[in-house]
């Protein structure tokens, strides 16, 4: 919710310094990349939408995910045994011309539009080492300073009894306010961990282990993927794990208020959504303490002139 | 009216068009091109910088051969001369060995089957993302290679084939970290076989730590030089001139 859009705003609407430049700068350059890994990455795929669990797997094999067409024009992905209909979509499509398009991903979906795996290929690995040095850049820095502390979560926020109030509350739309807005949620805590300590460095290990080379030199990455069509199996579903994070993100920063938030993430000037009093929720745990921790924030942001949260 | 949402909304849409056309443009400018081809040569000095540069790609097992090695590329070459040779079982088939060397040869197809022989059940890998494992057997490289004696400045080898698309000959290079490792063979056996055509017929070379289109079909000829431009495009081979693909295929 932005704050602007309160029945009663603040008089006085509390600013805070809320994300360290070395997040904000990591925070674009991966939307940049990881945007167009994935798109490049449906390119590559594009060359062979089929794949594979074990060392090998090629055409005479069975797949357990497949997109491909019919001979009468009808697009369709395969899961195991379960087929569904995606013409139009995935497999077979009529272009602009009205010529049928049997690439297993439109053109609007991947980079570059029109087939070419030797630069969907060279987009891939450009961006792979602009990932992959962020994400250690971020990650040494993130030690240096702890702000790790900030995204690990703490035992007691895993509790199931407390995510599952934060599970409701976020389903109710009620998003934190005052200094509980100043922290990750236990939900996002284990959003923003498992993508930064779990899926960006299986994405990569994973890139890896379908590197020929790689292998050779290390070959406990095909003991630890289960093969080199297992890591490329694998692969993909963590990019579908990443794209559906950024959907979810993206769904999140708009209904929290889209401008608060992406200023915050730009300038690092963060508008501290505050509480409205709902008198039919006045029981819910959630907003209890809220009332007090506006004064706590005050005295938080003039004890600490960088203001930084935590 | 336009809602705080929707005009997110319309902004999210005109980015990932701009984005999208923007990517297209910028794939069309051989500038940035060349900006990202530069991660190609990082790529290349990163895995040999932390790689063993002896590593030997995985061997696998009996069990582990793929029930159908796929062919992909030239199934059957189609040049007149490369016919003749195959109907008559290629008997008379001669490796020629020539370029930056002090011995050029020319070596009888039963010759090489003569030397020392290696065997290797590997893992191709495909540019386009499936693999197949079997069986090669061949000759190691380095005895071809060591009976030619390169000069100094030899630097890479270049696989001339007998198989084309259109006019353009088939060809591809290493350089000689790959042309010295113990599993680089040319292969005249998959899998207990004589080397199908489809396959590449009678010799095939091995590069086990690259991509399939390194693994050059019917090679005739291998010339020594010490740098690829004035070799047909320049760029190394028949699908790095064609297509773009990268030089080095080790991802």
Same mark, same amino acid.
């Given at each position: 919710m932005d704050a602007s859009a309160q029945p009663n705003p603040m008089p006085q609407p509390v600013v805070v310094k809320r994300h360290l430049a070395s997040t904000r700068i990591w925070h674009w350059v991966n939307a940049l990349s990881v945007f167009l890994m994935l798109m490049s990455g449906l390119m590559?795929?594009?060359?062979?939408?089929?794949?594979?669990?074990?060392?090998?797997?090629?055409?005479?094999?069975?797949?357990?995910?497949?997109i491909g067409s019919t001979m009468n024009g009808r697009g369709f992905l395969r899961v195991g045994s379960l087929r569904v209909g995606t013409t139009g979509l995935l497999g077979y499509r009529l272009d602009s011309n009205g010529q049928p398009n049997r690439r297993a991903f439109p053109g609007w979906a991947t980079v570059p539009s029109g087939y070419d795996l030797a630069a969907g290929r060279r987009w891939h690995f450009f961006?792979?080492?602009?990932?992959?040095?962020?994400?250690?850049?971020?990650?040494?820095?993130?030690?240096?300073?702890r702000h790790w502390r900030d995204v690990a979560p703490r035992p007691d926020e895993l509790a199931p009894r407390h995510l599952w109030q934060e599970i409701k509350d976020h389903a109710r739309l009620h998003f934190p306010t005052?200094?509980?807005?100043?922290?990750?949620?236990? %939900?996002?805590?284990?959003?923003?961990?498992?993508?930064?300590?779990?899926?960006?460095?299986?994405?990569?290990?994973?890139?890896?282990?379908?590197?020929?080379?790689? =292998?050779?030199?290390?070959?406990?990455?095909? =003991?630890?993927?289960?093969?080199?069509?297992?890591?490329?199996?694998?692969?993909?579903?963590?990019?579908?794990?990443?794209? %559906?994070?950024?959907l979810v993100h993206l769904l999140m920063v708009v209904l929290a208020g889209p401008i608060n938030e992406v200023r915050a993430m730009i300038t690092g000037w963060y508008r501290v959504p505050q509480p409205v009093r709902h008198p039919r929720e006045s029981g819910d745990p959630a907003f209890a303490s809220v009332p007090d921790a506006t004064a706590d924030l005050d005295y938080r942001i003039r004890g600490n002139d960088e203001g930084v949260a935590e | 009216m336009i809602t705080r949402r929707g005009f997110v909304g319309s902004i999210a849409a005109g980015a990932g068009g701009l984005l999208l056309s923007g990517c297209d443009k910028l794939n069309a400018s051989p500038g940035f091109r060349d900006v990202?081809?530069?991660? $190609?040569?990082?790529?290349?000095?990163?895995?040999?910088?932390?790689?063993?540069?002896?590593?030997?790609?995985?061997e696998y097992g009996l069990g582990d051969i793929s029930p159908v090695f796929r062919a992909n590329g030239n199934s059957m070459?189609?040049?007149?001369?490369?016919?003749? *040779?195959? +109907?008559?079982g290629f008997a008379d088939w001669r490796l020629t060995i020539d370029g930056l060397v002090r011995r050029p040869l020319s070596v009888p197809l039963d010759r090489i089957r003569q030397l020392p022989r290696r065997t290797q059940i590997t893992r191709h890998d495909c540019v386009e993302g499936w693999s197949a494992i079997g069986r090669w057997t061949g000759a190691p490289l380095s005895i071809l290679?060591? +009976?030619?004696?390169?000069?100094? $400045?030899?630097? /890479?080898?270049?696989? *001339?084939?007998?198989?084309? /698309?259109?006019?353009?000959?088939?060809?591809?290079s290493i350089d000689l970290v790959d042309a010295f490792h113990p599993q680089t063979i040319l292969a005249w056996g998959l899998n207990g *076989? @004589?080397? @199908?055509?489809?396959?590449?017929? @009678?010799?095939?070379?091995?590069? $086990?730590?690259?991509?399939?289109?390194?693994?050059?079909?019917?090679?005739?000829?291998? $010339?020594?030089?010490?740098?690829? +431009?004035?070799? *047909?495009?320049?760029?190394?081979?028949?699908?790095?001139?064609?297509?773009?693909y990268a030089w080095y295929a080790g991802i």
């Open positions: 590559i795929l594009n060359a062979h939408p089929r794949l594979y669990w074990g060392q090998y797997g090629a055409n005479a094999d069975h797949a357990w995910l497949e961006f792979a080492w602009v990932l992959a040095i962020g994400l250690v850049a971020y990650a040494a820095i993130s030690l240096g300073n005052g200094e509980a807005a100043l922290h990750y949620n236990s %939900l996002q805590k284990l959003s923003y961990f498992g993508i930064v300590a779990i899926l960006l460095p299986l994405v990569i290990l994973t890139g890896l282990t379908m590197s020929p080379n790689m =292998d050779a030199a290390w070959p406990w990455l095909l =003991d630890l993927l289960g093969g080199r069509q297992s890591a490329r199996s694998i692969h993909f579903l963590c990019a579908v794990l990443i794209a %559906l994070f950024i | 990202l081809r530069s991660a $190609e040569g990082l790529t290349l000095k990163a895995q040999r910088l932390v790689t063993d540069r002896q590593a030997l790609a995985r070459p189609a040049s007149t001369d490369y016919q003749r *040779h195959a +109907a008559a290679l060591d +009976a030619a004696g390169l000069h100094q $400045e030899a630097r /890479f080898l270049v696989f *001339h084939c007998a198989d084309s /698309f259109g006019d353009t000959p088939y060809y591809e *076989h @004589p080397l @199908p055509i489809a396959n590449g017929a @009678p010799l095939r070379l091995r590069v $086990e730590r690259q991509l399939g289109y390194k693994h050059a079909k019917f090679v005739q000829r291998i $010339e020594a030089v010490a740098d690829l +431009a004035r070799i *047909h495009g320049g760029k190394g081979g028949y699908w790095e001139d064609s297509n773009d």
